[in-house]
């Protein structure tokens, strides 16, 4: 079959062992039909292949972002995104001008408000936020989307000022006065609040419920949504990436991707999760989560897994700690919130994994984590062992006897690099006052559960950081030296490209079928700015992407 596209000219990265190294491939149709040296592709052209000379920079598998939340990822790319804002002044200077210029928008709703952006010590309150804008609802999502602090009107609009019941592990932060202070912690505690969002919260109900928006989203509301959906992808693939694992889903996505998808307009391959909450009864798994894996299954689209949350994160206090943490985060014993009894967790994990579903699971702190382990650990008892791969998403703090258990269990680690604190991307002291000395050794320990055995995986979490990979690459391959007994967790350019693209093919239990540059394989392809392997660490994001072809499609070229 003559080529509808050749790549030529370029240092390509196959990751099959055949050939780990080559100039150029072919692709007719959605596969790779050939690979090799220049002299042995560019013969196969014909009148119309389309002739991509990549100039001697790298080609390898399309990336492939194994954590994401693409629905609120594509609707933040037009909220105020508030990085690196620091100060009452500064807050100010941003968010009026926003307001002003949406005047239309029930709720001012900003993004990516660090923990700290107070510069004084305390997290926000809504008399801050008053100061700033005090006659319209205000509200600031936290990077890692597990705070919201809103300001008195929005608590009013929201129905929270005098607080309310929320989910276990959820909180309400409620003052002196008897109101809220403006805090509201994990989903259960704000999502009344994304319900004045522009689009109703129906971005975060994957995320926050699970369910399914009601009353039914309007064929407007649809349509607005869809096309929200098409620009994320569009920004998904400028990135490299061909393939992404929704970590948070609902009928309703599933419902809007295969429309896109009809449409032409499905730009990544999106596998989307059954949501488990845990307040959940297990019945409802049973009921449901077979069927919308059955009723969705194309060839870019799979509703493939049941994701869940056992804790919170580290900054708020709310991830599970084998003891309390240090300073006032641990006043009265806290060591953390348990999203799910660890019974019921346990009986969930059985039941998915009875059901055939891979699971994955937030776990961010060391008792998040050991629960995790011991409910997959009883899983694989109750069911007998099979290749599920489960993995644990995060694994911020993991206890030193655990990290052996992940590769014994065959658990999946599913790590974000640029969550780190070495990462370049947070405040690099921000995470490091909420830890015992001891449990030092176990944050963010990528290397070491590398060299202990487990398959590692990465991600972004998007829109928890941006998306972009190669930030998040350099990551990865030049961290930040904290000293202080942070030990070196440096990856390889390798290995942290296998991760991206070959290991998460893996991951998904597709390696025969995609994630290698190799013939018969999916020709999912990113073509890079420069050859990856020529540039420092340091200097890796002077790289982007170039092009980047899904399903034998042309998805993104720069420039274009």
Not at 319 to 331: I, N
Request: with cysteine; charged share 20%; hydrophobic share 40%.
């Amino acid at each position: 079959m003559t080529p509808s596209i050749i790549i030529h000219n370029g240092a390509l990265m196959t990751f099959d062992d055949g050939m780990p190294t080559a100039q150029a491939l072919a692709i007719a149709g959605s596969r790779i039909t050939a690979i090799g040296a220049d002299a042995a592709i560019l013969p196969l052209a014909g009148p119309e292949t389309r002739m991509i000379d990549a100039g001697g920079a790298t080609v390898l598998p399309g990336f492939i972002d194994s954590h994401v939340h693409l629905f609120g990822g594509s609707v933040e790319l037009d909220c105020l995104n508030l990085y690196g804002v620091t100060g009452l002044p500064a807050m100010r200077a941003g968010i009026r001008p926003y307001a002003q210029a949406n005047p239309d928008d029930a709720l001012v709703f900003c993004v990516m408000a660090d923990y700290g952006i107070l510069g004084t010590g305390k997290t926000p309150t809504r008399h801050d936020l008053d100061r700033i804008l005090s006659d319209r609802p205000l509200a600031m999502f936290a990077p890692d989307h597990h705070t919201i602090w809103a300001n008195t009107a929005a608590l009013k609009a929201a129905g929270l000022l005098q607080g309310g019941p929320t989910d276990a592990g959820s909180e309400i932060v409620m003052g002196e006065d008897g109101l809220a202070t403006g805090e509201l912690l994990e989903p259960g505690a704000y999502e009344p609040v994304l319900r004045l969002t522009r689009h109703g919260g129906r971005d975060m109900l994957g995320l926050t419920t699970g369910k399914d928006p009601v009353p039914p989203a309007t064929a407007d509301q649809r349509r607005i949504d869809k096309d929200v959906l098409a620009k994320g992808l569009a920004h998904c693939a400028a990135q490299g990436i061909t393939g992404l694992h929704l970590m948070d889903g609902n009928r309703y996505q599933l419902e809007l991707l295969s429309e896109l998808e009809a449409e032409g307009r499905l730009l990544c391959r999106c596998r989307v999760p059954f949501h488990m909450k845990g307040t959940d009864p297990l019945e409802r798994m049973t009921a449901e989560a077979p069927a919308m894996r059955d009723d969705f299954q194309s060839g870019k689209i799979a509703c493939s897994h049941v994701k869940m949350f056992i804790d919170g994160v580290v900054e708020s206090g709310t991830a599970l700690m084998l003891r309390p943490y240090p300073g006032e985060l641990g006043a009265n014993g806290n060591s953390g919130d348990e999203v799910f009894t660890q019974e019921h967790f346990v009986a969930c994990c059985a039941e998915a994994d009875r059901l055939g579903f891979q699971i994955a699971v937030h776990a961010i702190g060391d008792a998040g984590v050991r629960r995790t382990i011991d409910a997959f650990e009883a899983a694989a008892k109750a069911n007998g062992t099979r290749d599920s791969r489960h993995r644990i998403e995060h694994i911020e703090v993991i206890h030193p006897d655990d990290i052996p258990r992940l590769a014994a269990l065959g658990i999946v680690a599913s790590l974000q690099p640029g969550h780190a604190p070495t990462g370049h991307i947070f405040p690099p002291g921000g995470v490091g006052p909420y830890l015992h000395p001891d449990q030092i050794a176990g944050a963010y320990a990528w290397q070491t559960i590398r060299d202990a055995g487990a398959r590692v995986i990465f991600s972004t979490d998007w829109p928890v950081i941006p998306v972009t990979v190669m930030a998040n690459v350099k990551a990865a391959i030049a961290p930040l030296d904290l000293g202080g007994g942070w030990a070196d967790q440096t990856q390889t350019l390798h290995d942290t490209l296998a991760s991206y693209t070959c290991g998460n093919a893996w991951s998904e239990f597709n390696e025969d079928r995609k994630g290698k540059l190799a013939a018969g394989m999916a020709a999912d392809v990113a073509i890079m700015s420069h050859d990856l392997t020529q540039l420092a660490p340091g200097n890796v994001t002077a790289a982007r992407a170039m092009t980047t072809i899904c399903d034998g499609i042309v998805t993104y070229q720069h420039g274009f």
